[in-house]
């Protein structure tokens, strides 16, 4: 015992064996849905009680995405950021250890989520009203508890799904919030599937699609701007393929938004805006 | 349009009981909207105008857009529409619309009451953290120095500030100016403002605390207590504590007390307080909350209402009862001293 690491908290030492699950065989026996038919959601605000604002969202299985988004701020920035005329959004996408099925995934951020955090943030920065609150930071922390499927074999269409959601999710936790921002965003994805590269609508890994390209966009619907554009794949630019897939993600990510709509407003209406 | 007058808010299960005195309000204002000959307004039951973020209020260019909202141009039609920036219910006073968030971070203005912790420590000023987006300031020269009001303030003040405010250590105060970004300067010139002890701080949504003619409530407890006074800050912040003993100990001149009371004034030391009024407080605190998360107004009168009704429901002795106030039982307790205060 005498090599035993004291500095952290050492299990016990009797041996216990890990339970072994059967492979997830959900993806073949769920039934496929009409390509333009998306996936319900499940998104409710203000369940994280320390945060400033929060949301919570999953998708309808056999989906098995589950993530929560909180935000803190505006606080003051310490005086080492120096100063700053807007505040300062910044957004971290994490992945939880037991998020991905199979193998864990380790607790040092990665590239990945380093990447998927700056995407977060591009998308969600261009919608808050940050002139309205100098010298101030706003801090958005997006937990990703499930995945769909497994990411590590750079499964696009699954980590495009939770980015999607990061940026949907978030969005709502910031109107719970009550920060100004002069519209909400939310994200959808399209794809171009099999030889003919037909269109589908809010595609998931499960469903197993044979992907040829995807796009996902962050709109602000109200404003009909895009925040984020993310594509993958090969698309004929010339043709307009690559015009019609976005547009497709952009139809998804309007139907989303009214979804991310009813969230924000039920809260309100749950707590203080009923009036009759 | 779909823009309706929004009242004063009462959560679902409270409405019957206040539907009598809303109806009066909303008649009331009516009148005064017709005499001001301003176009009526639909306000049917169950209409309610919540807008999220992003959401066109109106399009129409007789409003004035106040917080919570920007304009934007109108791509198709041309002019300008209002834009609501938060999720929150509309409101309007004359011409001006503005969108009332249902929670914010507090915006402080002047003549405030504050309770604010101390989280820093500057060669001539403390940095206090009173709810808001920025931290605010506290200035060596605005706090009262011991030995008189009308004493100047010296560089071994500036060498010995910790010994007034140290970190962590919690006050109340007034809001004395705003800086240009918001942010406040607040000043502790009356022997009511200063250093909190002998209590303890719960912390609420700042919507849940409004601006009143007094701030600082004082309440004769149950159960042998004795008296606690609750220092409601306008910034969600509340210090519920035992009132300090007045009492002046002998016949004294005005600056004597001023002396006496400076002596004390910065002392970080609790005195000791039985487990009876502990109690007390921490019943305060819960109805306090519970009163917060029912949307009730927390002022002397409800605040003494609803502290009664609690009392009696613990007394009452049902084991069951969950004396911290949370969920369904806070409700109920809101709901009871509410009824009694309507007279039902």
């Known amino acids: 015992m005498a090599m035993a690491d004291r500095r952290r908290i050492n299990g016990p030492t009797g041996a216990t064996v890990p339970p072994v699950f059967l492979e997830q065989t959900l993806a073949l026996t769920a039934p496929r849905r009409a390509p333009d038919e998306l996936r319900k959601i499940f998104l409710k605000t203000s369940l994280t009680p320390p945060a400033t604002g929060s949301a919570f969202l999953e998708l309808s299985a056999p989906s098995t995405l589950k993530l929560t988004a909180s935000v803190y701020g505006p606080r003051p920035l310490p005086p080492s950021a120096g100063f700053s005329p807007h505040a300062r959004l910044s957004a971290e996408l994490k992945f939880a250890p037991f998020s991905t099925a199979g193998n864990r995934r380790g607790y040092v951020r990665d590239a990945l989520e380093r990447d998927l955090s700056t995407q977060l943030q591009v998308a969600l920065a261009r919608s808050v009203k940050t002139a309205t609150y100098p010298k101030s930071g706003i801090d958005v922390f997006v937990t990703v508890l499930d995945c769909e499927g497994s990411i590590d074999d750079y499964n696009t269409l699954g980590i495009m799904q939770a980015l999607a959601g990061a940026i949907t999710c978030a969005s709502a936790a910031i109107a719970d919030a009550g920060i100004e921002c002069v519209d909400l965003v939310s994200a959808g994805i399209a794809a171009a599937v099999g030889e003919q590269g037909s269109l589908v609508m809010d595609p998931s890994p499960l469903d197993g699609y044979d992907v040829k390209a995807a796009a996902l966009v962050g709109y602000m619907a109200g404003r009909d701007e895009i925040t984020l554009l993310w594509t993958k794949g090969e698309l004929n630019i010339e043709g307009g393929d690559f015009e019609s897939v976005v547009d497709k993600a952009v139809e998804v990510a309007t139907q989303i938004r009214t979804v991310l709509n009813e969230a924000v407003k039920e809260r309100v209406l749950a707590v203080g805006g009923v009036n009759s | ?344």
């Open chain 2, 1 to 344: 349009m779909s823009i309706s007058i929004t009242r004063p808010s009462t959560p679902p299960s409270l409405a019957p009981l206040l539907r009598t005195s809303i109806n009066n309000q909303q008649n009331q204002q009516q009148q005064e909207e017709d005499a001001d000959g301003d176009i009526p307004m639909v306000s049917s039951a169950g209409d309610v105008s919540i807008v999220t973020p992003g959401e066109v209020v109106t399009s129409n260019p007789q409003w004035m857009r106040g917080h919570g909202t920007y304009l934007v141009e109108d791509r198709e039609a041309g002019g300008m529409n209002i834009v609501a920036t938060v999720a929150g219910t509309v409101q309007k006073v004359n011409k001006l619309l503005s969108v009332r968030p249902l929670k914010a971070r507090y915006q402080p203005e002047i003549g405030d009451l504050v309770v604010g912790r101390i989280v820093e420590v500057q060669s001539k000023r403390w940095k206090v953290d009173i709810n808001s987006a920025q931290n605010s300031a506290l200035l060596l020269s605005s706090i009262n120095l011991p030995g008189g009001i009308l004493r100047k303030r010296t560089s071994t003040d500036e060498l010995q500030i910790r010994t007034f405010f140290s970190e962590g250590d919690l006050l109340v105060a007034e809001v004395q100016s705003l800086f240009q970004d918001g942010s406040a300067s607040l000043h502790t010139r009356s022997l009511k403002y200063g250093k909190l002890r002998n209590g303890y701080l719960i912390r609420v949504s700042s919507r849940g605390i409004q601006r009143a003619r007094s701030q600082v409530v004082s309440l004769a407890t149950a159960n042998g207590g004795g008296e606690v006074e609750v220092v409601l800050g306008v910034n969600g912040y509340v210090w519920i504590a035992k009132k300090a003993n007045t009492a002046p100990t002998e016949g004294v001149s005005i600056t004597r007390l001023e002396e006496e009371a400076s002596e004390a004034i910065y002392s970080s030391k609790n005195d000791f307080i039985l487990p009876a009024t502990r109690r007390e407080i921490a019943r305060i605190g819960n109805c306090i909350r519970a009163m917060v998360r029912c949307n009730l107004r927390v002022d002397e009168d409800m605040l003494n209402a609803v502290y009664e009704v609690a009392v009696e429901a613990a007394d009452q002795g049902e084991e069951n009862v969950d004396a911290s106030l949370e969920g369904e039982e806070g409700r109920r307790v809101v709901e009871i001293a509410l009824a009694r205060k309507m007279g039902l």
